[in-house]
């Protein structure tokens, strides 16, 4: 469902993302670690068609990205890793304006929305301007409004940031619904304990370069850890720089 | 002492670092071309008051009582800039700025984060000012002849002019913090700019320039010579800075210590009460602002009816873009003094064309209506210009950080770019044309010119929005904390001065024809093949000029914001 092919951002003076190829599978959910300045959001936002390649294929459904960008975006749900948005718009206005543009059926949308609101308990202040939203509240709204158009892949960059306990679960189970579903999911987190508890498959990128994917128990393998949680496998993955 | 000197070191350091090349780009042509518009500005000032002045000295008597009556009125003038620019960064530095919740996070009393702020609002507001000041009292200097004391008396002035008004608006902007509710602190520069457009239409209703052109109303001279010797009230800080530059000149100096020593007394109390209330004051103010802000205006509602069915024709992403921009742009309480100051300008813009006495002018008036109504062709798309620069030119920078959202959306760049074209130029479109009708209308100009008028506006103006659109998008800055100040970055100005190109090539294109069309009109005659030719050439020519600005600025505004 998603293919990085070769994938190389260079933002002149840093080499971003090098030569970066990967696959998910439809249904799957990829979680993507790696410490800071790795290059996860940068892959993320060339992923979600914000950023241009410099070098390399992504290809979306099928599609590729840089061939068929509005088509390939239309299949794509995206929540990126700060919730800026419109802040002069209500919640309630801003789904409407997301609908619009997703091409989310009139007759469908006003029970979308609100199930979406009561969803991310936002129903009571969907008439509320942006700016008056807490920080969790802006994000609980991004995610609400990339779901709308029930996307066949889910992009998400740092997904529980800003999230209280409660939210956080509910996340986590509506992504787990959503794989389930056959929706693909490619995560990005610094928070390792969520992609050991959510993710089918991990990808390690470090200074740009993929060093290692697969399941948990192959990433062990990879850094000849028996029984370890993924905290140490990254640690010991990372200072030995081990590509797969 | 030190604190102060910390909290100003970032922005020192910002200023600093702004200079070094930005991503392997050289900061030269920049530097360069805001060199050379300050040099021009800078040069003209000196020029044309040079002129006057030395005008003014060939007058017995009057000469020097209009050069000093100019010195005041300079004086008041500068005052109430500075007064209105201190206030609105005062607002901007002290409750506004992003950085102020880390400030005032730090151990440090909340009486210095309001010094320091302070002393980059009054930096901030006054450099222009005292920058191009100099021109005006070097003239002054060169013609009385005055010695190197007078520039060092003027210099000391009119920083202590700076500090006095930033003083005063330092505390007029603690008090609007302490009165007004939890986040209203923006409505002030709603007050503000009603204020200011009032001030504007009272100074235009009371002054009447338009007189002057009335012999009968120089029948009091001596009451108006009178009037203008009469002094300003002795309580005003205008007045002191006024007395010393002027005694200064003369080489007074008892009086020009005394008034400089009133002036610099004045601002140094000025700041030590700022100080003071802002111990107590600053604190409660800034956590006021941080509140939510409540929606000023409660949502109107009628039963079956709803506005944005009125855009229901567009494609549905267009009507989406739509509804969203005129929403957060009449929700940004910000815009509304712009959008009184335009109004106000436009009014006083078509007032100018009501009042001018044509049925006194000596020079034949049919040809005069004419040749004010092409000059008003210039005039109406700078006026436009103005409005574009200030609304259209910022658009795409107005995204800001949620530009993100229109990225991943399923809608090209191109797309987007031009839904923003079309949402301002259709209000931009029918305001030139009413304008320049109603002016025309109020001149009683020939069909021709009325037509040309129309069809030349109807050209300029998709080529302004383009432009803007476009050269908005190039140089879009989606982190800045107030994207309206776009128009004073590198872009922004590039954008006035190929607006004033296009327009001035425009106007300079169609001269020749249509002073051979009007002619011929007026002389029954019809035009010869050559100026047929000619003018032919011209109107190709300016038409291409408009088709090139209207689409290119887009094309590369596409391709900028597409390798992003």
Same mark, same amino acid.
């Given at each position: 469902m998603i293919k990085l092919h070769e994938l190389t951002k260079d933002y002149g003076t840093t080499l *971003? !993302?090098?030569k970066l190829s990967l696959n998910v599978a439809a249904g799957e959910i990829y979680g993507f670690i790696g410490p800071n300045g790795a290059g996860k959001t940068t892959t993320i936002r060339l992923m979600g068609g914000i950023l241009a390649p410099t070098s390399g294929n992504i290809i979306i459904g099928g599609l590729d990205m840089a061939q068929n960008p509005v088509e390939a975006k239309q299949m794509i749900g995206f929540v990126p890793d700060r919730p800026f948005l419109y802040e002069k718009l209500t919640g309630m206005e801003f789904l409407r304006f997301s609908a619009d543009l997703y091409n989310v059926r009139h007759d469908t949308f006003p029970q979308k929305a609100q199930q979406l609101l009561q969803q991310f308990a936002l129903a009571d202040w969907a $008439?509320?301007?942006?700016? *008056?939203?807490s920080h969790g509240m802006k994000q609980r709204l991004i995610i609400a409004s990339a779901l709308l158009h029930d996307p066949r892949i889910l992009i998400i960059d740092?997904?529980? !940031?800003?999230? $209280?306990p409660a939210a956080v679960r509910m996340v986590k189970d509506i992504l787990k619904e959503l794989a389930a579903h056959q929706t693909t999911i490619f995560i990005s987190t610094h928070t390792l304990s969520i992609a050991e508890d959510l993710c089918h498959r991990i990808g390690l990128i470090h200074k740009g370069m993929l060093l290692a994917q697969g399941t948990l128990d192959e990433l062990k393998h990879i850094a000849n850890l028996g029984e370890a949680r993924l905290e140490e496998v990254f640690l010991t993955i990372i200072k030995e720089n081990t590509f797969i | 002492m030190n604190t102060i000197l910390s909290l100003l070191r970032p922005r020192i350091l910002s200023a600093i670092n702004g200079l070094r090349p930005n991503n392997g780009k050289s900061n030269w042509p920049r530097f360069f071309m805001y060199g050379s518009l300050g040099i021009i500005f800078w040069t003209g000032t000196f020029i044309i008051f040079y002129r006057v002045l030395f005008y003014f000295q060939s007058v017995q008597d009057f000469g020097d009582i209009l050069a000093m009556k100019l010195i005041s009125m300079l004086i008041i003038t500068f005052f109430t800039l500075l007064l209105f620019s201190n206030i609105i960064n005062c607002l901007s530095h002290l409750y %506004?700025?992003?950085?102020l919740p880390l400030l005032h996070s730090l151990p440090v009393s909340s009486k210095k984060i309001f010094f320091s702020r302070w002393i980059i609002s009054t930096f901030d507001s006054s450099w222009m000012i005292v920058a191009f000041s100099f021109p005006v009292f070097l003239s002054y200097g060169l013609i009385y002849k005055a010695g190197i004391i007078f520039y060092v008396i003027f210099l000391a002035a009119i920083i202590f002019m700076c500090l006095i008004t930033s003083a005063l608006s330092g505390i007029l902007v603690l008090f609007g913090a302490k009165i %007004?509710?939890?986040?209203?602190?923006?409505t002030i520069l709603i007050i503000l700019g009603v204020a200011m457009t009032l001030f504007l239409i009272l100074v235009l209703r009371f002054t009447r320039p338009e007189q002057l052109v009335n012999p009968d109303s120089f029948a009091s001279v001596v009451l108006y010579l009178n009037s203008m010797q009469t002094p300003d009230s002795p309580l005003l800080p205008t007045t002191w800075i006024t007395d010393t530059i002027k005694a200064a000149l003369n080489g007074e100096i008892k009086s020009c210590l005394f008034n400089i020593a009133l002036t610099g007394t004045c601002a140094l109390m000025l700041i030590f009460i700022s100080n003071i209330i802002a111990q107590f004051a600053y604190f409660n103010g800034f956590s006021k602002s941080q509140t939510t802000p409540k929606r000023l205006f409660a949502p109107v509602k009628y039963k079956g009816y709803n506005w944005e069915s009125l855009l229901n024709f567009l494609p549905r992403e267009s009507k989406a873009f739509a509804v969203k921009e005129i929403r957060t742009f009449f929700r940004d309480s910000a815009q509304w003094p712009q959008l009184f100051l335009m109004a106000a300008l436009i009014a006083i813009y078509i007032y100018n064309f009501s009042v001018l006495p044509l049925d006194n002018f000596p020079i034949k008036a049919v040809y005069l209506q004419n040749l004010f109504s092409f000059l008003n062709i210039g005039l109406a798309a700078f006026v436009l210009t103005a409005i574009v620069a200030r609304f259209v030119f910022p658009a795409v920078s107005m995204e800001g950080e949620a530009f993100w959202i229109v990225q991943a959306a399923p809608v090209s760049i191109k797309r987007f770019l031009w839904i923003k074209f079309f949402l301002y130029y259709i209000p931009l479109i029918i305001l030139a044309e009413v304008l320049v009708v109603v002016s025309n209308l109020l001149l009683r100009v020939s069909p021709f010119m009325m037509f040309l008028s129309t069809i030349t506006i109807f050209c300029l103006v998709p080529a302004i929005v383009g432009m803007a659109v476009g050269l908005g998008a190039v140089y879009a800055d989606f982190k800045s904390e107030n994207p309206a100040q776009t128009v004073t970055s590198f872009g922004g100005l590039l954008f006035m001065i190929l607006c004033f190109c296009l327009i001035a090539s425009v106007v300079i294109l169609e001269a020749g024809p249509v002073y051979y069309i009007f002619m011929a009109d007026i002389r029954a005659q019809s035009i010869s093949l050559l100026q047929l030719i000619w003018s032919v050439i011209s109107f190709g020519f300016a038409s291409f000029l408009c088709l090139l600005a209207f689409f290119y600025p887009i094309y590369l505004g596409e391709k900028k914001l597409g390798i992003r």
């Open positions: *971003a !993302v090098n $008439d509320e301007l942006i700016e *008056a939203y740092e997904p529980m !940031v800003g999230l $209280d | %506004l700025s992003q950085d %007004l509710p939890a986040g209203r602190i923006r």
